[in-house]
């Protein structure tokens, strides 16, 4: 059941459960006079971001992100923007379940995945987050993924954003 203004449980962020775990699938929508509308959301492509190094320091685990491409949905548009920026994901209490691969590496996708959600190819933004967390990512050139877990995540943007291109529904 929907009600207009609030978030529709089955359309607004198709959350689909299988194996007790959700997949966020879209971006945040509302109803509103019976149309959905999209809210405002950013997130970062993990398909092509280019990493520099990904260290580990007393359980402190630092993938430093040197180029990713963000993607803007504000309010109300259908049509998005695609931007850059660099950023710093943050896990601490991390435990590695495969070795530490080395940089400069570009990522062809993976799951993050925070207590029941999972962020498929995608990292939402802002992300900083307790409990459960495990993060799987595939890396161009490496043949197994890169798995780590931790109790704590947290990205942390730099710099400005620096705008791409307009992306056309």
Same mark, same amino acid.
Request: proline share 6%; aromatic share 6%; with cysteine.
């Given at each position: 059941?929907?009600?207009?203004?609030?978030? /529709?449980?089955?359309?607004?962020?198709?959350?689909?459960?299988?194996?007790?775990?959700?997949?966020?699938?879209?971006?945040?929508?509302?109803?509103?006079a019976n149309q959905e509308?999209? %809210?405002?959301?950013?997130?970062?492509?993990?398909?092509?971001?280019?990493? /520099?190094?990904?260290?580990?320091?007393?359980?402190?685990?630092?993938?430093?992100?040197?180029?990713?491409?963000?993607?803007?949905?504000?309010?109300?548009?259908?049509?998005?923007?695609?931007?850059?920026?660099?950023?710093?994901?943050?896990?601490?209490?991390?435990?590695? %379940? /495969?070795? %530490?691969?080395?940089?400069?590496?570009?990522c062809t996708g993976g799951?993050?995945?925070?207590?029941?959600?999972?962020?498929?190819?995608?990292?939402?933004?802002?992300?900083?987050?307790?409990?459960?967390?495990?993060?799987? %990512?595939?890396?161009?050139?490496?043949?197994?993924?890169?798995?780590?877990?931790? /109790?704590?995540?947290?990205?942390?943007?730099?710099?400005?954003?620096?705008?791409?291109?307009?992306?056309?529904?």
């Amino acid at each position: 059941m929907s009600i207009p203004g609030m978030f /529709s449980p089955t359309k607004a962020i198709k959350l689909f459960q299988a194996s007790q775990v959700l997949f966020v699938t879209t971006t945040p929508r509302v109803l509103q006079a019976n149309q959905e509308i999209d %809210l405002d959301s950013t997130s970062i492509e993990l398909k092509g971001a280019e990493i /520099s190094s990904i260290d580990l320091d007393q359980r402190c685990l630092r993938i430093q992100i040197a180029r990713a491409s963000l993607i803007k949905t504000l309010t109300g548009s259908t049509e998005r923007t695609r931007w850059w920026q660099a950023g710093v994901l943050r896990m601490e209490d991390a435990v590695l %379940l /495969s070795p %530490l691969p080395v940089g400069p590496l570009v990522c062809t996708g993976g799951d993050l995945d925070e207590n029941i959600y999972t962020y498929r190819d995608m990292i939402p933004i802002p992300l900083a987050s307790r409990g459960h967390i495990r993060c799987e %990512l595939h890396f161009e050139g490496e043949a197994s993924p890169f798995i780590v877990t931790a /109790s704590t995540v947290k990205l942390e943007m730099l710099d400005t954003p620096k705008y791409l291109e307009h992306l056309r529904a």
